[in-house]
């Protein structure tokens, strides 16, 4: 009934704007947009990246079909990715639907999921967005989850987006999931990941414990891939700033996730220290989520360091990331792992979460890493090297991008 009197209405204005019926109105319908789930807007650094390389393929490869992201925050990801594709369109759809319902935010898994599943059937369920239920029915030729960790376990609003894929199966519409990362997720969540990424018709993890995970479930594994980090879509091409002036030691060490920053804090002077940095040497402090990365340079100037240069979040985001070869570096993070690694940087990493950022990190050491970790109370290690095999890159460029050839039509592809 709402269909046919939208229909209705929609014939009566066109009647009263041309004087002709609608239905006699040629046909002006935009051609159908690839609709990419992700997390960019926040911001933290690794999500644009990802977000942003994806564009980028999009960009490159079919120039004039629309795109839409649907992520948590569209309005910061529309500015900070302006400029990566020429007709994307941000939204939240999915992330409202997760949010906006009648269970406590991550309540229980089948709640939130079974919520959004009926509102991606019946727009009347959540009619505040229904203009944008309606665009993933009818505006929509493919649906790609890309990479990252904003789904785990616990985190059930965000994980219940997932049901887009056994959404988009029953629609007839094409989608896949590349590079993600579930971890930690166990009992119902697990369950219900397994559902859904069974109705994908491809569904690429970045780290073994998500891959070994999904493949308990003889549905899933059918999917299932072991893959890269979803950074390495275009080979990091653009991905890094200028390396003249760059230091020579670099620090990106978070406060979230962390029961004692102070002990964190302790630890990265000891290992300076421990390397021979002098308090008065260049040592560069690299932000890849505001506020959150930049206590440490508080502290080590407190300590009496004297040669600190801040890189914020908004300088990465604009000028690309800080790595050279021939630097060492401590992170917490795991994209700067990634990329100062693949820059060929020796380094060591510090893990916040055993059971989130320790599975990020061994991901990294699996692609090519060759880091060291420091832990809390033991020795100190010695940085280990970067990625050594130089054409692993490219090779992941292409593994990627293989993993996605089901949904990317071929006779829209131009050179890239």
């Known amino acids: ?186 009992g119902e969540s697990l369950r219900y990941a397994q559902r859904c990424v069974a109705a994908f018709q491809s569904f690429t993890v970045r780290d073994v414990a998500t891959y070994n995970a999904l493949r308990a479930d003889d549905n899933a594994a059918a999917v299932t891939g072991l893959a890269p980090d979803d950074c390495f879509v275009n080979g990091l091409e653009g991905c890094y700033m200028p390396a003249e002036g760059l230091p020579d030691t670099m620090l990106c060490i978070q406060s979230d996730f962390v029961s004692d920053q102070a002990a964190l804090y302790a630890r990265v002077e000891q290992a300076l220290e421990h390397w021979d940095i002098e308090k008065d040497s260049s040592i560069g402090i690299v932000e890849c989520n505001p506020r959150i990365d930049a206590p440490i340079f508080q502290y080590l100037q407190n300590h009496g360091y004297t040669g600190l240069r801040f890189f914020p979040t908004v300088e990465l985001l604009e000028r690309g990331f800080p790595a050279r070869a021939g630097q060492r570096w401590i992170s917490t993070r795991y994209h700067p792992h990634i990329l100062a690694a693949a820059a060929g940087c020796a380094g060591s990493y510090i893990s916040v979460s055993p059971d989130y950022y320790d599975v990020k990190h061994e991901a990294v050491l699996r692609m090519g890493s060759h880091w060291t970790r420091i832990a809390m109370n033991a020795e100190i290690p010695a940085a280990g090297g970067g990625f050594t095999d130089p054409g692993i890159v490219q090779r992941y460029r292409e593994d990627i991008r293989r993993s996605v050839d089901g949904i990317y039509p071929a006779h829209d592809r131009v050179a890239s």
């Not at 919520?115 to 959540?126: K, N, P, Q, R, T």
């Not at 990479?147 to 985190?155: I, K, L």
Request: proline share 10%; net charge negative.
């Open 1 to 186: 009934m709402r269909h046919a009197l939208w229909d209705a209405l929609r014939r009566k204005a066109g009647s009263a704007e041309t004087g002709k019926p609608d239905d006699a109105m040629p046909p002006a319908d935009p051609p159908k947009a690839f609709y990419l789930v992700g997390e960019p807007g926040y911001p933290n650094f690794g999500d644009e990246l990802i977000a942003g390389e994806w564009l980028k393929f999009l960009a490159a490869r079919y120039p004039s079909v629309p795109v839409v992201l649907d992520c948590a925050r569209p309005g910061p990801a529309a500015v900070i990715l302006r400029d990566k594709h020429p007709h994307v369109t941000f939204t939240d759809t999915l992330r409202r639907l997760a949010t906006e319902n009648p269970f406590p935010y991550d309540g229980p898994i089948d709640d939130i999921s079974g919520f959004v599943s009926a509102a991606l059937h019946d727009d009347g369920v959540a009619p505040n967005y229904a203009c944008g239920i309606r665009l993933l029915h009818r505006g929509v030729q493919a649906v790609h989850m890309i990479g990252g960790g904003y789904m785990r376990g616990d985190w059930t609003s965000n994980l219940s987006r997932l049901s887009i894929g056994p959404w988009a199966r029953e629609q007839g519409i094409p989608v896949v999931g590349t590079g993600i990362g579930l971890m930690p997720i166990s």
